[in-house]
Structures are given as structure tokens and as C-alpha cells.
């Protein structure tokens, strides 16, 4: 699988956040993407994704221009920002819910994910009295459980304990020997040269590759 961006540039209010970019990536590979905090990481995440539109330029996946066409993979997983999940249900509950959708995988694969992200404890805990940390735990899961060809991930690392990050750098890397494509997106250096192949460095809109991983 191959993602193409061609001369992409994206603006908001005449401001240029993401200035004439063109880079691919290919299944086999984690990417990393970093840069400080409003540097345009999470805007170009929301562009391969799909969920916003380039001002101007393509993106191709596998070829075909999914905002011309309206098509998008159905094995792309995304985390950006804050997930949003019930609140008044348990973390398990809600991954169910959304594992209900598609019928891919059953309660038992639900569970080993939650045990995946150190969750299983409080995996019938409510949603709304879950802390920054498992809030954040159980959006990396449901972005994983499904075992997605192509995964976005906007600061997955963010308020979880090493432990955890640990297990889940050992996931990842796991999962690109499978020929997965990853995308990572954080401003702590540490993380991405863990694990990636290729870092993209982001500074006021422009994207360049790092020479030194």
C-alpha cells in the first residue's frame, strides 16, 4: 500500500499551515512526524485521513485521489486529538460498541488489547471517571484492536506511564515487520527515533525529511 501527497498545501483564514508538500509512504514502514506543538503534525495526519481536504494538491492512496473520488480505505485506523467514547459506560463497553460495526473481531481479541494497554483492570470502569492516562489508553485501543493495514497516530504516547509505552513500541514495531503502514506523530524526539524509519520534521508549514534518525 502506498500514500502519495502531492504539492499539498492546506490554510485556514489565509494562514498556510501546511505549505507544498510532497512525500510517500509505503506499507512495511512507521513514519514519524515531528515538531512543536501547532507545527502542522496533526493537520497533515487529518489530511492523509481524510478528514480535511487540501486547499490545493492530491493525495493518493494506492493511486486513486480520495477527495476527488470520496474513497477511503476501509482498513485505515486514526487517532487525532481527543477520542470521544460514552461516558457513562465502561471502556470495555465502548470498544465493543464500536467493534459491533464492522464484526471483525470478538470480546475475547477486545480483552487482550485492553491487557495490551495495561486497561484490564479498569476495563469495566465507567468512561467518565477515567483519568488523562486511560482516557488515552483506550483510544490507542481502539485504534489498534481492529488491526488496521494503515495507522494514524496524533501523540498516542501523551499521559501514559513508560510501562505502557514500552509495550506499545514493541507492538508497533511488531506490526511493520507484518507490512503495516504507521504513521506517528509527537513533539518528544525519543519516541519517534524509537521507532521510526523515516522522521519528517515540521516547521512553520514546510515538512522536511530528517537526515539523522
Known amino acids: 500500500m502506498k500514500i502519495e501527497l502531492k504539492n499539498v498545501s492546506k490554510s485556514f483564514k489565509k494562514i498556510k ?3 507544498d508538500v510532497s512525500i510517500s509512504f509505503e506499507s512495511g514502514h512507521i ?11 496533526s493537520v497533515l495526519q487529518k489530511i492523509i485521513s481524510g478528514l480535511y481536504t487540501p486547499t490545493t494538491g492530491t493525495v493518493l492512496i494506492d493511486g486513486v485521489d480520495i477527495n476527488a473520488t470520496g474513497t477511503y480505505p476501509s482498513n485505515m485506523r486514526v487517532l487525532i486529538e481527543k477520542p470521544a467514547f460514552f ?17 471483525t473481531i470478538d470480546e475475547k481479541k477486545i480483552l487482550e488489547i485492553l491487557e495490551l494497554v495495561n486497561l484490564t483492570e479498569e476495563k469495566n470502569k465507567k468512561y467518565s471517571k477515567y483519568s488523562l492516562g486511560m482516557k488515552q489508553k483506550l483510544g490507542v485501543a ?3 484492536m481492529e488491526d488496521p493495514d494503515i495507522l494514524i497516530l496524533d501523540e498516542p504516547f501523551n499521559g501514559i506511564e513508560q510501562a505502557t509505552v514500552d509495550k506499545l513500541t514493541e507492538y508497533f514495531l511488531s506490526k511493520k515487520k507484518e507490512g503495516k503502514l504507521i504513521i506517528v506523530s509527537t513533539h518528544i524526539k525519543e519516541d519517534l527515533t524509537k521507532l521510526s524509519d523515516k522522521i519528517f520534521v515540521f516547521d512553520n508549514g514546510k515538512v522536511s525529511e530528517a537526515k539523522n534518525v
Not at 91 to 103: H, P, R, S, T, V
Open 31 to 41: 513514519y514519524g512526524f515531528y515538531g512543536r506543538n501547532g507545527s502542522g503534525k
Open 17 to 19: 499551515v501546511i505549505d
Open 142 to 144: 481502539q485504534a489498534i
Open 87 to 103: 461516558p457513562d459506560i465502561s471502556g470495555f463497553e465502548n470498544l465493543k460498541l464500536l467493534a459491533d460495526i464492522n464484526k
